[in-house]
C-alpha cells in the first residue's frame, strides 16, 4: 500500500468507529500487506476475521472443518502441467487460487483450469471466478458479503461505506444494500473503483465509482476531511 493512502487509512481508523480491510487473500497476510494494526481484516473472503490486538486471525468453524479436504485436493492437482502452463497456485488456508495472468498460452491454460473446476465440483467443492483465477472453495457459505453482514451486524454502524473493484465485492455491495433493505442500518454507500479488468457488475451494484487507486485515496482524503455528505 502506498504510504500517502496508508496514512489516510490510519487517520480514518482514529475517525470511524470500524476501519475494515477486507481480501481474498488470508487475514495476516492482508495486514502484513497494509502494515497497520488498528483496523479489522476481514481475510479469505470473509472466511478469517483479525480483529486490532488479536495475534492470529480466528477461522469460521464451518470452513475449518474442511481443511483436510482442501489439502487432499491441493495434493491432487497436476503441479507439473500446472508449470508448463504457467498457471500458478495460491494457497489461502481455506481456498486454493489457480491464475492463468501472464499465461503464454491463455487458451490453453484457461482449459487446464476448466478441467480443474470440474474436478472439484466432483469432490463436492465450490468453484468461484474472479479475474484470470479459479477460486476452489469448502461448499460452505462465505464470501465478502456473508463477511461483512456479520461484521456490520455485530458493530453497530448506522452507516457503512464498501470500496471494492472487483466480481468478488459484487457480492459485499448486494450485501450493504440488503442490510438498508432489512433495516439493519439506515445508511450505505456503494464505491467502485474503475479498472480496464473490472466487472460490468460493478457499474449495476454502485451508487458511484471513482477512478483507479487515486480516486480512492481522494475519497479518503474526503473522509478524513469530512468533506464527504
Given at each position: 500500500m502506498p504510504e500517502p493512502t496508508r496514512q489516510l487509512v490510519i487517520e480514518a481508523a482514529k475517525k470511524y468507529g470500524l476501519v475494515a480491510c477486507v481480501s481474498g487473500r488470508r487475514a495476516s497476510e492482508a495486514r502484513a500487506i497494509v502494515s497497520l494494526g488498528t483496523i479489522t481484516y476481514l481475510g479469505s473472503h470473509g472466511a478469517e476475521i483479525l480483529r486490532p490486538g488479536w495475534p492470529e486471525p480466528a477461522l469460521d468453524p464451518q470452513v475449518a472443518a474442511w481443511a483436510a479436504q482442501m489439502e487432499a485436493f491441493s495434493r491432487e492437482v497436476d503441479l507439473a502441467d500446472m508449470r508448463r502452463q504457467r498457471i500458478r497456485l495460491e494457497d489461502k488456508g481455506p481456498i486454493l487460487a489457480f491464475h492463468w495472468r501472464g499465461a503464454p498460452e491463455e487458451a490453453a491454460a484457461h482449459a487446464a483450469i476448466d478441467?480443474?473446476?470440474?474436478?472439484?465440483?466432483?469432490?463436492?467443492?465450490?468453484?468461484?471466478?474472479?479475474?484470470?483465477?479459479?477460486?476452489v472453495r469448502p461448499p460452505v457459505k462465505f464470501d465478502k458479503g456473508s463477511g461483512i453482514t456479520s461484521l456490520i451486524t455485530d458493530a453497530g454502524v448506522d452507516a457503512a461505506m464498501y470500496v471494492g473493484d472487483d466480481r468478488t465485492d459484487v457480492d459485499a455491495f448486494r450485501a450493504l444494500t440488503q442490510l438498508v433493505d432489512a433495516g439493519?442500518?439506515?445508511?450505505?454507500?456503494?464505491?467502485?473503483?474503475?479498472?480496464?479488468?473490472?466487472?460490468?457488475?460493478?457499474?449495476?451494484?454502485t451508487d458511484f465509482q471513482v477512478d483507479g487507486p487515486d480516486g480512492v485515496r481522494?475519497?479518503?482524503?474526503?473522509?478524513?476531511?469530512?468533506?464527504?455528505?
Open positions: 478441467a480443474i473446476a470440474t474436478k472439484a465440483q466432483e469432490a463436492g467443492l465450490r468453484t468461484h471466478w474472479g479475474r484470470k483465477v479459479l477460486e439493519t442500518i439506515p445508511h450505505a454507500l456503494r464505491v467502485g473503483v474503475r479498472s480496464e479488468e473490472g466487472p460490468t457488475e460493478i457499474a449495476d451494484e481522494h475519497l479518503l482524503q474526503m473522509l478524513v476531511t469530512d468533506a464527504l455528505h
